[in-house]
């Protein structure tokens, strides 16, 4: 969705629906197609890994991880209050940590699609935004798959949808996919790993990570890469941050450099409109400097530098954007203020803040706000956050007081 223009951006859940009946009706023509050799599209798919491995057990495969744990975490405090969405997304239950190995599999397109040699897309290792089942997946969206690519050896593929364009995908997603495939295949060493490369941060942190020693192969729209032996970690949803995952981050991105960073953020996402940005920052920054905070704009820093300023931070408040992605790195006892549009809030930030020691978080949602409006509502995803600096002040207030 960051990929259309600004002022198409409200268009989105008119977008995201006409691209589903798009997928499913090319999709439902294409698969009865006879033609296609090494080009057609998978005829058929699986909800879970699981019953990948129990329909071709010869040439599927799951190595185990961790299992699957119950999570319940308390709603936050913060205005409005209460709100019906946090109700629902407090009791979850995490799935279980898995590698799935595909002799003879393929993956395809930059979102990393498996497909198995018996012709099934498993959507538990290739998610996608908005979709509601294999059958909407965009991979059928071409009406044929690129041209094939064979690989010799083991690929190990850590990309997803997102990764290749969002800090909170690369930092969330494609990260811990190696902590979940050191953990049931000890000792791993792929002969080529599938990543993005693109950005400078992408290529810092799969240095950080150790990642650099392994050959990278770049994940692309027209990939169709059919590999002697592919290895796809699972994959976790975006909403709720697992535990396990922030101590895996920052036991292996660790902040390095503490010393003489501000101890209060206000981290900006620029004045560009319809990108969820603040519509009267202007004064709210003015405000804010009056309570020693420091306005900080994460694309004048490295992965690194972003580590080590939350790391130190005491207190960070931000309107809802990727970089807060950042809060799995701040210390034990750090405060947080969210703030939002009253058409989308997600629960990504205040589940990560809460696996941080001692934490306190709290979010303020702009006006006009209804309490009631259930998650599958919230689909304003970039939204501009009228707030005003009295509002956000007075927010701030509330929070260094508890």
């Not at 599927?60 to 969405?85: C, K, N, Q, T, Y």
């Not at 990504?348 to 006006?367: C, G, I, K, P």
């Not at 009631?372 to 509002?391: C, E, F, H, V, Y």
């Amino acid at each position: 969705m960051s990929r259309l223009p600004p002022a198409l951006r409200p268009l989105w859940p008119l977008v995201k629906l006409g691209h589903r009946g798009a997928t499913r009706t090319v999709g439902a023509l294409a698969r009865t197609s006879r033609f296609g050799g090494t080009r057609k599209l998978p005829r058929r798919g699986t909800a879970r890994a699981a019953d990948a491995a129990a329909a071709e057990p010869d040439r599927v495969r799951i190595h185990v991880g961790a299992p699957a744990e119950p999570l319940h975490r308390p709603a936050p405090l913060g205005s409005p209050s209460p709100m019906a969405f946090w109700d629902e997304v407090t009791r979850v239950e995490l799935p279980p940590r898995f590698v799935l190995e595909v002799e003879d599999g393929r993956l395809v397109g930059d979102y990393a699609a498996t497909i198995t040699p018996g012709g099934r897309l498993e959507s538990e290792t290739s998610r996608y935004f908005g979709t509601k089942g294999w059958r909407e997946h965009p991979v059928f969206l071409g009406g044929r798959l690129p041209v094939e690519e064979r690989v010799e050896g083991t690929v190990l593929s850590l990309v997803s949808h997102g990764t290749g364009h969002n800090y909170f995908h690369l930092i969330t997603d494609l990260a811990p996919r190696w902590g979940v495939a050191q953990e049931a295949m000890p000792g791993l060493h792929p002969d080529h790993v599938v990543v993005n490369t693109a950005w400078p941060a992408h290529r810092e942190v799969l240095g950080l990570l150790g990642l650099d020693k392994f050959p990278w192969i770049e994940a692309r729209k027209d990939m169709n890469l059919r590999a002697d032996r592919l290895l796809v970690p699972s994959l976790y949803g975006s909403g709720i941050s697992p535990p396990w995952i922030t101590r895996w981050l920052r036991e292996n991105l660790p902040a390095q450099d503490v010393k003489d960073r501000p101890k209060r953020l206000y981290v900006t996402r620029g004045d560009q409109p319809n990108t969820r940005s603040m519509t009267e920052e202007h004064a709210v920054v003015e405000a804010l400097a009056g309570m020693g905070f420091t306005r900080f704009d994460p694309m004048d820093w490295t992965v690194q530098e972003q580590i080590d300023h939350f790391a130190a931070a005491e207190v960070v408040v931000a309107p809802h954007g990727a970089a807060l992605t950042n809060l799995s790195f701040c210390s034990p006892g750090a405060r947080v203020l969210e703030m939002f549009a009253p058409t989308y809030l997600n629960p990504a930030y205040w589940s990560m803040t809460s696996n941080v020691e001692d934490s306190v978080y709290r979010y303020l949602v702009a006006d006009p706000v209804d309490p009631s409006l259930p998650r599958k509502k919230m689909n304003g995803l970039m939204t501009d956050i009228r707030l005003s600096a009295a509002q956000v002040t007075a927010a701030v207030e509330d929070l260094l007081a508890n």
